[in-house]
Each structure stands twice: as C-alpha cells, then as structure tokens.
T-cell receptor, first 109, second 114 residues
Framework: DAKTTQPPSMDCAEGRAANLPCNHS???????VYWYRQIHSQGPQYIIH???NNETNEMASLIITEDRKSSTLILPHATLRDTAVYYC??????????FGTGTRLKVLA | EAGVAQSPRYKIIEKRQSVAFWCNPI?????LYWYQQILGQGPKLLIQ????????DSQLPKDRFSAERLKGVDSTLKIQPAKLEDSAVYLC????????????FGSGTRLTVV
C-alpha cells in the first residue's frame, strides 16, 4: 500500500479556504485517494475520494495532480467546526485503509 | 439512518483483567472493521469481517485479542489479559461491502489499562 505524507499541523482563518496537501509519490494506477477527518472524541468521518479526476461534494473539493503523486483537499469556507485531524489515505485493492498521523487543522476565529 | 453504535464509551481496568467491547453496525452493512487508535496516532486495522467470516486479522494480536461476529450483525472484541499498552480507543466501522466508498465509524470505546 502506498504511503502518504502530510504536514503535522496547519492553521486557517475562519471563512477562508483551507488547503490541505498530501504527497503519495508511490501511488499506483488502481489506487484511490481518500480523505477522512476526525473531530475530537469522535470516530473518523468520510469526506471525499478520487482516482484521477478532481472531485467535489458538499463538504470539500479534491484536487489530484496529473501525475497523481500528490493531492490537495480544499475546504472552501472553513468554520470552527472544521477543526479536526485530516487523514489522507491511499487505498489499494485490498480495501484496507492505512491511516498515517494526519494533519491537525485548527480554524481560528 | 442510525450510525454505528459502540459500548461502553469508556472503560478502566487493571492489567491482566479481561474486557469486551460491543459494536452494532449500520443495518444492512455486510462488512465490519475493528480499529485500534493509540493516542497521537492514526487508527490501525485489527480485524475485518465480511458477514460473519473473517477477511483479514493479520494485525490482531491473537494471543490476547479475539473477535466474533455472530449472525453477521453485532460484533464483540475481547482482550484477555489486558496489558498497559492496550490503552487506546477501539473503533468499530462498517460498510455495505468491502469496496464500498467510505466507511462509517462509531465514536469508539476509550480503554485505559492501569
């Protein structure tokens, strides 16, 4: 399973876009990029996933580079409730999620 | 829809004691997962069930951990005997199928071994 690298922490002003980067340089052609987040004292929550194309849903947008070696999760208008640990995961055909330590995002008022 | 239910929410035991955690997945979800999350780390998969059969238990410390999923619905995870290093949050998750997009996680059981 491909490994991901994320910055340990980031700050973002409330109302601004939060851009969370992830490197997955060893990703292979059939592996999806998934993003989850974990708010304090809760289980992880699914956000979005993608293979090659950029994706958008009601929570966020996912931008995957053309070579698929990195991606960015975008929260367009961050709120205080978006303060959480964000995990970028590459999922292989075994369907297992291998979580790293994620990025701790703090949204500042 | 109702989420993944887990109980108890918190548990404190002494080392060498036994403990059991319970999980009720989302109705109709065939795949169930148990994860262990040590403080400051991401969750680590312990075991995966498909209906009532084990798909992957390669990371389960089988000398002390056991899990079952009777009738393909509820599941229990047991630790016997517990060690100090078992202190963690135990998360249960479920999905319709192994390849289903996105798991739903429960809020977890926080275990403290003293």
């Amino acid at each position: 399973d491909a490994k991901t690298t994320q910055p340990p922490s980031m700050d973002c002003a409330e109302g601004r876009a939060a851009n969370l980067p992830c490197n997955h340089s060893t990703i292979s052609g059939n592996e999806y990029v998934y993003w989850y987040r974990q708010i304090h004292s809760q289980g992880p929550q699914y956000i979005i996933h993608g293979l090659k194309n950029n994706e958008t849903n009601e929570m966020a947008s996912l931008i995957i580079t053309e070579d698929r070696k990195s991606s960015t999760l975008i929260l367009p208008h961050a709120t205080l409730r978006d303060t959480a640990v964000y995990y970028c995961i590459v999922r292989s055909g075994t369907y297992k999620y291998i979580f790293g330590t994620g990025t701790r995002l703090k949204v500042l008022a | 829809e109702a989420g993944v239910a887990q109980s108890p929410r918190y548990k404190i035991i002494e080392k060498r004691q036994s403990v059991a955690f319970w999980c009720n997945p989302i109705s109709g979800h065939a795949t169930l997962y148990w994860y262990q999350q040590i403080l400051g780390q991401g969750p680590k998969l312990l075991i995966q069930f498909q209906n009532n059969g084990v798909v992957d238990d390669s990371q389960l410390p089988k000398d002390r951990f056991s899990a079952e999923r009777l009738k393909g619905v509820d599941s229990t995870l047991k630790i016997q005997p517990a060690k100090l290093e078992d202190s963690a949050v135990y998360l249960c998750a479920s999905s319709l199928a192994p390849g289903d997009y996105g798991y739903t996680f429960g809020s977890g059981t926080r275990l403290t071994v003293v």
